[in-house]
């Protein structure tokens, strides 16, 4: 590199060498095109199914704009999947790079109530980036258990009573908060609420602490569909119908504030309450859709995207800024919904609905935005599952995982890169349903080891074959199980699946 200047001297050549040594060793892991480390911010609808956005469905009966517009500066991935059919083994899975099967959780969701389900000893995305000197927060919807503050604290606590029992809160002093939450698990900043929008209790923790300590009892909702909370206590200024642009607009007070300090990049955890039921659009969004007032609420959280994205514009800081927007699983778009609207299909063309183990239920969108490096408006037909979060963050920062972190992480960073790789960035994905139900999908091959759904849409039938096996590439929909035509293939996946799941990691350690 310096054939060209053969008259400096050998302490000007060795200052230049160190020079470029250590510009490679920052740029180490760095996408091509990037200056410094992005800041990230990872967005997370709440049971938001393909196809309610229009840029994924042009038939959807919903306007989503700002997630068009998204879309069409970013890279869509047309194959990405939820690590659960269901919200907390997701969420699990997006912060810990784990399925969470893995965990003590086999199958359903967590109450609010609900001691913490991230292990204390579990390395989390939270603490890969503070490791590089990255500012961290979570707004919005936890739904992974919290230690509350017990009355008597002489008395424990016995987490597989309050998983099962959603209103059970016995010994646990709401009043002051919680003893271990986000921010023992590497967030600097957090402002959430326990669990979903429909789930007790309803409070506002910052940083641990409500903030409003006064409690009362609010009562529940049961109509009209999908209008629905249940029973319990909560604070006495909390107000279901503007969660979500309080959320928005705590989103925005931490972007804002961790921006100023340009010399430190930030990561946001923002996930969101909607449109998971209760579905409560604002006066604003009322109307906007021909999908009820689901679609209006679906109209309510891409303008509340668009107002995140507007905040990275203002600031200047959109640039080399990560920006992936996803949903925690399929839509809870029932049959009956249907009916009424039958023009809109929320989960697309896939089978199912949240909690099924059918494509419908973990099928997801998946949008990331990086304009310093991602090509505007690509799309990718590659498989990614929603634990890649955490090898894909490595990557960028130039962190090796430990082989005790992220076991069932996978960097998409090649795809971000060049969106036409044809090199695999996952060999395999595992699904889970409600009901704890399992399913491997390996090139175009799905194998399901039971019958039925596994969630709400069907338990099959007693003639049923005892698994199913589908060809997603050319039967996306699930139409023709060839179990009993393929049993070879049905076996050798059914074998993998097992394999996994006893190892204990998917990801080469």
């Known amino acids: 590199m310096f054939r060209n200047y053969p008259n400096l001297s050998y302490t000007v050549l060795m200052m230049l060498l160190a020079s470029s040594a250590l510009l490679v060793f920052r740029k180490k892991g760095l996408a091509e095109g990037a200056t410094r480390q992005p800041n990230v911010i990872y967005i997370l609808a709440d049971d938001l199914g393909s196809g309610d956005l229009s840029c994924l469905n042009p038939d959807s009966q ?182 979500l642009d309080v959320f928005g607009r705590e989103a925005k007070n931490f972007i804002v504030s961790a921006a100023q300090n340009r010399s430190k990049p930030f990561f946001l955890y923002l996930p969101l309450s909607s449109p998971h039921t209760p579905w409560l659009p604002s006066e604003a969004h009322k109307g906007s859709s021909k999908a009820g007032i689901y679609g209006d609420f679906v109209h309510h959280t891409d303008a509340v995207v668009g107002a995140v994205m507007h905040t990275l514009d203002s600031l200047g800081i959109a640039d080399n800024t990560l920006v992936v927007f996803t949903s925690d699983n399929g ?104 009901d704890g139900m399992f399913a491997i999908r390996r090139g175009k091959w799905k194998f399901i080891d039971g019958k039925g759904s596994g969630g709400w849409s069907s338990k099959g039938e007693a003639s049923d074959p005892e698994g199913q096996l589908y060809d997603i590439v050319n039967d996306p929909s699930e139409t023709a199980n060839l179990f009993e035509k393929q049993p070879e293939i049905a076996k050798e996946l059914k074998t993998l699946l097992e394999k996994q799941k006893a190892q204990g990691y998917t990801r080469p350690l």
């Open 331 to 434: 839509a809870d778009w029932k049959p009956g919904d249907a009916e009424i609207y039958p023009a809109h299909r929320a989960n697309y063309i896939y089978r199912g609905e949240k909690s099924d183990i059918w494509e419908g239920g973990h099928r997801v969108p998946f949008i990331v935005r990086w304009p310093a490096v991602v090509k505007k408006g690509g799309k990718t037909a590659q498989t990614v599952c929603l634990t890649d979060l955490m090898e894909t963050l490595a990557s960028i920062t130039g962190q090796r995982l430990d082989p005790n972190a992220g076991q069932d992480s996978f960097s998409f960073l090649p795809l971000l890169r060049n969106a036409g790789d044809s090199a695999p960035v996952r060999p395999s994905v595992i699904h889970h349903s409600i």
């Open 62 to 243: 919903i306007n989503t704009p700002h997630l068009d517009q998204l879309a069409s500066n970013g890279l869509v991935f047309t194959d990405a999947h939820s690590g659960s059919a269901v919200c907390t083994p997701t969420r699990y899975g997006i912060l810990t790079g784990r399925y969470a099967f893995r965990s003590r959780l086999k199958k359903g969701v967590l109450g609010g109530y609900s001691t913490m389900l991230i292990e204390n000893d579990r390395f989390t995305v939270a603490d890969l980036m503070k490791k590089v000197g990255y500012r961290t927060g979570v707004v919005g919807k936890w739904h992974l258990g919290l230690d509350w503050a017990k009355t008597d604290a002489s008395k424990g606590i016995n987490h597989a009573e309050y998983d099962a029992d959603w209103t059970k809160n016995e010994n646990l002093a709401l009043e002051k908060g919680i003893t271990a939450g986000p921010n023992d698990l590497g967030f600097d900043h957090s402002f959430i609420i326990p669990a979903s929008l429909d789930i007790p209790p309803y409070i506002y923790l910052q940083n641990g602490k409500p903030t409003d300590p006064h409690l009362t009892d609010i009562a529940g909702n049961k109509t009209p569909r999908g209008v629905f909370w249940r029973d319990g206590k909560g604070s006495q200024s909390f107000d279901l119908q503007k969660t």
